[in-house]
């Protein structure tokens, strides 16, 4: 759903409008687990590897993380781990890169 011309989804323009602009690089994460949400109450701006970390969605964690990471390390490939953990071997390449589950 977008609601001006600059297509922004609700749930941001609703935020910026009532709390306060986004901080650039930042994610609204829903606290209340739906979506669809525009109370600015339930969103709180996080990092996107934060907010991967604490979203219901987020299918890896920490320990798979670290579990992938090493064993990229040690010459096992992106396919292989995308299939073993059930991700997209992009997930993968932005984990094993740090772009994504950084600490």
Known sequence: MTVDSRR?????YYYERLV???PRGRLLHH??????????DHLEPLLPSH???VAPSAKLTWAAVEEIRRRHAAGEGQSALSREFGVSSSIVCRVVNGKA???
């Not at 922004?8 to 941001?12: K, V, Y």
């Open 51 to 53: 907010h991967m970390a």
């Open 31 to 40: 606290r209340c687990e739906n979506r669809r949400c525009v109370n600015p």
């Open 8 to 12: 922004r989804r609700a749930h941001r």
């Open 20 to 22: 306060a602009p986004i």
């Open 101 to 103: 589950w950084r600490t």
